[in-house]
């Protein structure tokens, strides 16, 4: 009896296992939308966060997010940029605004094969300086690559507000 009830909780633990497997992975969509949100949250100024040690985080954290060939099209900014480029304009955005937070809404990934995913959505920049709390919304377009296993951004290209159309 004790040896029958051993094996059904063998069994058992077995079964939850091959359920966690097939249904418990994230899927690429979600892993995309997560690594999305995570470079936003790597990306704000936290106010409480002196410059030099944003610098050093965002050399540290951003490689692991943007492809090292990954291109950048930001016509607010002055437009192709490379990822060196982009980092260091993540660092010098805190000297511009003391917080600053993105947001997203309107967010679809289109998968492209194993290893490719296009995404377009609506950020929202909320950004806080002297003048008060001010919001900018633009289309954004993101390539995502897949490597060593991690979703990565390839190429982003922002667009106009919404209503520039």
């Known amino acids: 009896m004790r040896n029958r009830a051993l094996l059904l909780g063998i069994i058992g633990?077995?079964?939850?296992?091959?359920?966690?497997?097939?249904?418990?992975?994230?899927?690429?969509?979600?892993?995309?939308r997560r690594r999305l949100m995570e470079l936003s949250t790597k990306v704000s100024i936290d106010p409480s966060e002196g410059i030099?040690?944003?610098g050093f985080r965002l050399k540290r954290d951003l490689p692991d997010y943007l492809a090292?060939?990954?291109?950048?099209?930001?016509?607010?900014?002055?437009?192709?940029?490379s990822r060196g480029e982009v980092?260091?304009?993540?660092?010098?955005?805190?000297?511009?605004?003391p917080s600053a937070q993105i947001g997203w809404s309107g967010v679809e990934v289109t998968l492209?094969?194993?290893?490719?995913?296009?995404?377009?959505?609506?950020?929202?920049?909320?950004?806080r300086d002297?003048?008060?709390?001010?919001?900018?919304?633009?289309?954004?377009?993101?390539?995502?690559?897949?490597?060593?296993?991690?979703?990565?951004?390839?190429?982003?290209?922002?667009?106009d507000a919404p209503n520039e159309e």
């Not at 980092?87 to 605004?97: L, M, N, P, Y």
């Not at 094969?113 to 950004?127: F, V």
Request: some cysteine; aromatic content about 6%; charged content about 25%.
């Open 13 to 32: 633990l077995g079964l939850c296992l091959i359920g966690w497997a097939i249904f418990g992975r994230e899927t690429d969509e979600e892993a995309i």
């Open 52 to 54: 030099v040690v944003r």
């Open 68 to 81: 090292e060939d990954a291109k950048f099209h930001v016509p607010q900014v002055g437009g192709d940029m």
């Open 87 to 97: 980092i260091a304009s993540a660092i010098g955005a805190a000297t511009r605004w």
């Open 112 to 127: 492209g094969g194993p290893s490719a995913a296009h995404l377009q959505g609506l950020a929202e920049l909320t950004r």
């Open 130 to 159: 002297d003048g008060g709390a001010r919001s900018t919304e633009r289309k954004i377009t993101i390539d995502w690559v897949k490597r060593d296993g991690d979703w990565m951004v390839q190429s982003l290209d922002v667009g």
